[in-house]
């Protein structure tokens, strides 16, 4: 089978997809797969790829020599992670309280933090005294509130009690919690606590004295300090209501050559918000295991009102708040805790951390549930109401879809195709249905999204299969003694780990060209001075993914927690694509580089106007005379004027061209390129909505003149890039930004990193 990369560069071609597998060299994966890989001779791994995807496994497991050596491979894979150690915790404790009697709060809180993150759950190891997490949690919440942190203490202390802080420090527990309310700004409740410390304390008269005093003292005219909600952000023309992602002016298309991709089905203004959706699945880099939280990805040094908890058996990882703590626990971080290191170990990436995310986070139940809809049964198109938005299917077959996704429903109408008459009741029960869905029937119905995605398996080569095969084994022992099936029948276990293998599979093929990197933007005393994108996470986004590739893409994302934002960077008329970029960019990087990169990473051939034209770099960009569109607004065709001459006639549609027009448009450009300054300036001033507002004007403007490219308009492009990043996650570094080594930097944005 002839592939798009064959011709190009297929040794880069195997490394860029080799790397989405395992990708640090240190790991001990990547020498192991090429080892197991040399096992199979030539003519196998040819007959291999030749395969339908459901007989590639089969015949894997057919091939006896391979399959000895997986097993003695398999056969050693044991737990491996930091687990809880008392007397680490008690040092850390014991240096946490001398730092804070030194007055380095700073440095003490780390320490007490440690201290948390080591200390064994109650009954464990009791008899050190200090390395029990109550007391770690006790002597926090004395740092935080000297750091005038009084909910963040708060929050320390009610863990403290749960985790059976001794009874004798009942007193002094209510005592503080009263000054935690009265730093809140919560007298009521601050009164409440004092008064229960008072009667604690009947026999030590001193200490009783100054709790009255402390309730004397106390100031009804304060206002409880609960920071400002950020706004929501709203989707341009409100949200479609089958695929609630999406704003009501993008639709989703399908062609036999691209697949199914986002295009406006009315017209586009630049700043309009196009996408804000939620990801299926996501995870946290893991050089950021300590630095951010393991489940929502906020930075723990930005949360103000919590203080971090770690899991209850491990230290490898740390969560913001007891919430995002028990949702991790309760799901994905129950299998994989006791593996953390030994993922970090085996230099897998962090699309193959997904791929065992989707598992993991689902259950074998709800997996099992999902492999036999979407991978046994070979699903090609969405099912349900995302359906509905796909063109040139036919209203019948949308229809007889959604009927058998809710018929099937766990609260499916068994009436259905009685109570529903029409079409209008059909998409207005469905969706009060989907609203009402519980976690799993959500995830349920996101799959049939998910694994709808392309996965380019018919093009795969046999050996890059055969790796991910190994993968995917590889993980399935591992949740195999992580207890992952443990609820599974004896006689059932085979085949159920089977299914699991083949989803896991799947899963690896198809993060490999669907993946999003998500970032937060690091930024010092000014807003965009020195500014940059660290990239923090990586997530797989139901809608997100339907967005195609061009090398002068619409829009600009950034992120908003783990949801990824989509905004327009230009104006789009209906039916146009509405294009992101998955990395190579027209101003960065010449047509040669973006067409190798695009082949041999994404497997595609790029057919934008920029490589069809093959548009000039940044550094190439010159200050030409713009290229004015034909006055005939029907007309495509395009003109630029020079001093020295200005065509009589559209090449394209013969119209007269009138140079009082020309002069006219040019005077348009000019002031288009003054509006860019301005915008400059109000960054520089730090005025982000003002300056958001002037660019999205004047590029509105300059597009409905001209065409691309034309450098100062897509400087003032990037720069409306970074004011929408500024909208997102956003980290305030004092001092010099560019000294943080948190995260992974990189001046691209691309769709998924292979790193």
Same mark, same amino acid.
């Given at each position: ?5 064959? $011709?190009?560069?297929? #040794? ?146 009610? @863990? ?81 209501? $089958? ?182 009741? @059909? ?8 609203? $009402? ?9 996101? #799959? ?184 005939? @607004? ?11 001459? @200005? ?109």
């Amino acid at each position: 089978m002839a592939r798009v990369y064959d $011709n190009i560069d297929p #040794a880069y071609a195997a490394t860029c997809s080799d790397v989405t597998l395992c990708s640090n060299n240190k790991g001990f994966f990547r020498n192991l797969s090429e080892n197991l890989v040399a096992i199979a001779d030539t003519e196998w791994l040819e007959r291999l790829e030749r395969m339908d995807e459901e007989k590639r496994v089969q015949a894997v497991k057919d091939n006896k020599e391979i399959m000895e050596a997986i097993g003695q491979v398999l056969s050693r894979i044991q737990p491996l992670h930091r687990g809880k150690d008392a007397r680490v915790s008690q040092e850390k404790w014991q240096s946490a309280k001398a730092a804070m009697e030194a007055g380095d709060l700073k440095k003490a809180l780390a320490l007490a933090s440690q201290a948390i993150f080591k200390a064994p759950l109650p009954c464990i190891d009791e008899i050190i005294e200090g390395g029990s997490l109550a007391m770690g949690l006790w002597l926090r919440s004395e740092i935080l509130l000297r750091l005038n942190r009084p909910r963040a203490a708060l929050e320390d202390l009610k @863990i403290a009690l749960k985790e059976r802080l001794p009874a004798r420090m009942r007193a002094q527990y209510y005592w503080r919690m009263g000054d935690c309310y009265k730093g809140a700004g919560e007298p009521t409740r601050a009164k409440v606590s004092y008064e229960l410390a008072a009667r604690l304390l009947a026999t030590d008269k001193e200490a009783k004295a100054k709790v009255v005093n402390d309730i004397e003292t106390l100031d009804y005219s304060v206002q409880s300090k609960h920071p400002p909600d950020k706004p929501g952000i709203k989707l341009a023309g409100g949200a479609k209501q $089958n695929m609630p992602a999406l704003s009501q002016l993008v639709k989703i298309v399908e062609e036999e050559n691209k697949g199914r991709f986002a295009v406006a089905s009315d017209s586009i203004k630049t700043g309009d918000v196009l996408l804000v959706d939620s990801p299926y699945a996501s995870c946290l880099l893991s050089e950021c295991y300590g630095t951010h939280c393991l489940h929502c990805f906020k930075r723990l040094e930005d949360c103000e009102d919590t203080a971090p908890v770690g899991c209850p058996k491990c230290s490898g990882v740390v969560f913001c708040s007891i919430e995002c703590r028990d949702a991790a626990v309760s799901t994905y971080h129950l299998f994989e805790c006791t593996f953390v290191d030994f993922f970090m170990g085996s230099g897998m990436s962090i699309l193959t951390h997904i791929a065992l995310r989707m598992v993991t986070q689902a259950g074998l139940e709800t997996s099992l549930l999902i492999h036999s809809k979407y991978i046994t049964n070979q699903v090609k198109t969405v099912e349900g109401a995302a359906l509905n938005d796909i063109e040139g299917v036919s209203k019948k077959s949308k229809i007889r879809s959604r009927k058998e996704r809710l018929n099937r429903s766990k609260k499916g109408l068994k009436s259905f195709t009685d109570r529903v008459k029409d079409d209008d009741n @059909i998409e207005e029960l469905e969706y009060k249905m989907e609203s $009402n869905m519980n976690l799993e029937e959500k995830m349920e119905l996101k #799959a049939a999204e998910i694994y709808s995605l392309c996965t380019h398996s018919q093009e795969r080569k046999g050996n890059d299969y055969l790796k991910r095969m190994i993968m995917a084994m590889f993980l399935t022992e591992c949740l195999k003694k992580a207890g992952f099936f443990k609820t599974c029948e004896p006689e059932n276990l085979a085949k159920a780990e089977t299914s699991i293998c083949e989803l896991l599979i799947r899963n690896l093929e198809l993060l490999q060209f669907n993946a999003h990197e998500i970032y937060e933007t690091l930024r010092g005393e000014h807003m965009f001075s020195g500014s940059k994108p660290i990239y923090i996470a990586v997530a797989i986004y139901p809608s997100g993914a339907l967005f195609n590739h061009e090398c002068y893409p619409a829009v600009a994302r950034y992120f908003d927690g783990k949801n990824i934002v989509l905004r327009a960077t230009r104006p789009l008329a209906p039916g146009e694509m509405v294009s992101e970029n998955y990395g190579p960019h027209f101003l960065m990087r010449g047509l040669k580089d973006r067409q190798r990169s695009l082949s041999c990473r994404y497997w595609f051939r790029c057919e934008c106007e920029a490589c069809k034209e093959d548009w000039p770099t940044l550094k190439e960009l010159t200050d030409a005379p713009p290229r004015l569109k034909c006055h005939n @607004i029907e007309c495509t065709g395009m003109y630029r004027p020079l001093p020295e001459f @200005i065509p009589d006639k559209c090449t394209k549609c013969s119209i007269t061209i009138d140079p009082e027009l020309v002069k006219i448009k040019l005077g348009s450009v000019t002031k288009c390129c003054d509006q860019y300054k301005e915008g400059a300036t109000l960054m520089e001033s730090e005025r982000l909505d003002d300056a958001i507002a002037v660019l999205c004007d004047a590029i509105d403007t300059y597009h409905d003149i001209a065409r691309p490219p034309h450098k100062d308009t897509h400087l003032a492009q990037e720069s409306l890039r970074a004011c929408f990043a500024m909208k997102g996650n956003v980290h305030v570094q004092r001092g010099d930004p560019s000294e943080s080594n948190n995260g992974h930097t990189n001046n691209g944005q691309d769709k998924a990193n292979t790193a």
